[in-house]
């Protein structure tokens, strides 16, 4: 869809960008959906806009600080981040609000970083269950992958922990229908429009930011 000029998101939602009620209804997506929509995205070196809900209940965020931990809370703003396409398979994640570029080190510890470098890079997969995982491209434990995910505190597990565990599976969630044309026009601008809003309201939103 076009408006302005401006070429907007299509309203269709796949498995990896889903809510968890709409996951919960869903049952159409099927394995080759998902894996070549994985890749295609990848080559085009695209930047996404998303939350990153764990799936033992928390939103992953990344603080002032560059702190990396758990939130309950569906809308905060250290939650917002930007998940962009480095290499084909290859993905940097920074939050928005805190412009902290989500790192891991050696020891597989997650804390934020202001430069990104080979730490901030990970390896991007979407999984037969719908989730994401998120594995360090740099670093390995033994020669096992290192995973970004949170325990049932919100806190980020630690190598041992998640072992033999499916707390690394992750949901990309989308933040609205048009956040990701909005962000890519102006980063310094962020609008976010409810998907159930009238045409009529959308369109003088949008009018107000070109013009």
Known sequence: MEYLGI???????????????????????????????????????DVRVRRLFCRTQWYMRIDKRGKVKG?????????????????????????????????????????????????????????????????SAKWTHKGKEMFVTL???????????YRNTVKQFLIPMVISLYYDAFYLMDHCIIIIISANQKSRGIRMKMHKLVT
């Open 71 to 135: 939130t309950r809370e569906a809308n905060n703003n250290y939650s917002i981040l930007e998940i962009r396409t480095v290499a084909v398979g290859i993905v940097a994640i920074k939050g928005v609000e805190s412009e902290y570029f989500l790192a891991m080190n050696k020891s597989g510890r997650l804390y934020g970083k202001k430069v990104c470098n080979e730490d901030c890079n990970f390896i991007e997969l979407i999984e037969e269950n719908h989730y994401n995982t998120y594995a």
């Open 151 to 161: 325990n049932h505190k919100g806190v980020p597990m630690k190598v041992q922990e």
């Open 7 to 45: 070429q907007l998101l299509s309203t269709e939602t796949t498995c990896n960008d889903m809510t968890p009620e709409q996951m919960a209804t869903n049952v159409n997506c099927s394995s080759p959906e998902r894996h070549t929509r994985s890749y295609d995205y990848m080559e085009g070196g």
